[in-house]
């Protein structure tokens, strides 16, 4: 059965106005392009629920916020005995997602274990499973739906690499979100090269200019 990979005890970068640990769950249900998380995304992980508790025990009135990321946390069989174990210590819960398991973020919803999420929107669906070997776009368009349709507190966020993706293209994914009901910002992050990533891709050879793209959503930058 798939662990956590580790845990980030302390990170101000993570999770908005919070301090925060990171919990990375081993495993994931898509080998996106670009993903530099090879390791994570690869591994079946070592820690335990236990462990995760003691650490847990450990932070309280130290921290007030845990991060799920991973790999595809929500993908993981621990995703909500540990969710249940973070609210029971009254810290505030962030997923970090690519949406592909609505029913599981529903369930964790319902019994109010989640505060806020970060929601990747990977692709357009004609170029979906090109970018993520996944064909889960229709998964991420019912999360997507969900969270508005009971207006959670999230945000959607898009990794840029310009051989992937181009301004015309964030521009139709812009369009989609908007067209969905969603009105909050729209996050960009520029490709981060690691040197490891699932597409052995380095930096794009396409140029990306950011002023080419129109959006009726207010687009916010992160790393560029
Ligand atoms: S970037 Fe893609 S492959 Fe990597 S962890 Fe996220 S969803 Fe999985």
Redesign the pocket.
């Known amino acids: 059965m798939q662990k956590i990979f580790s845990i980030t005890p302390f990170t101000t970068l993570d999770y908005p106005d919070k301090v925060a640990a990171v919990v990375w769950f081993a495993g ?5 392009v ?5 390791e ?2 690869d591994s079946n992980g070592t820690i335990g629920t236990d462990e995760v508790c003691s650490f847990l025990d450990r932070r309280i009135g130290k921290l007030n916020g845990i991060v799920f ?4 946390c929500t993908a993981n069989p621990l995703f909500l005995k540990l969710a249940r174990e973070v609210k029971a210590r009254n810290f505030c819960l962030k997923v ?3 949406g ?1 398991h609505p029913e599981i973020l529903k369930s964790a919803i319902d019994e109010g274990l989640i505060d806020y999420i970060a929601l ?1 929107f ?1 692709a357009p669906k004609e170029k979906f499973v090109g970018v ?3 064909n889960l776009y229709e998964k991420f368009s019912s999360t997507l739906k969900y969270l508005l349709e009971i207006n959670f507190d999230f945000e959607v966020r898009t ?1 840029v690499h310009a051989d992937l993706l181009s301004e015309i293209d964030i521009a139709k994914m812009s369009e989609t979100l908007y067209e969905f009901g969603y009105r909050g910002n729209y996050y960009l992050q520029k490709f981060f090269d690691t040197g490891e990533n ?1 597409g052995n891709l380095s930096d794009p050879k396409n140029s990306f200019d950011l002023a080419k793209i129109t959006s009726k959503l207010p687009i916010k930058l992160r790393n560029f």
Do not use: I, P
């Open positions: 994931c249900n898509m080998r996106c670009y993903c530099y998380n090879v994570v995304v990321s991973g790999g595809e970090d997602t690519n592909s990747d990977k993520t070997g996944s990794t699932f």
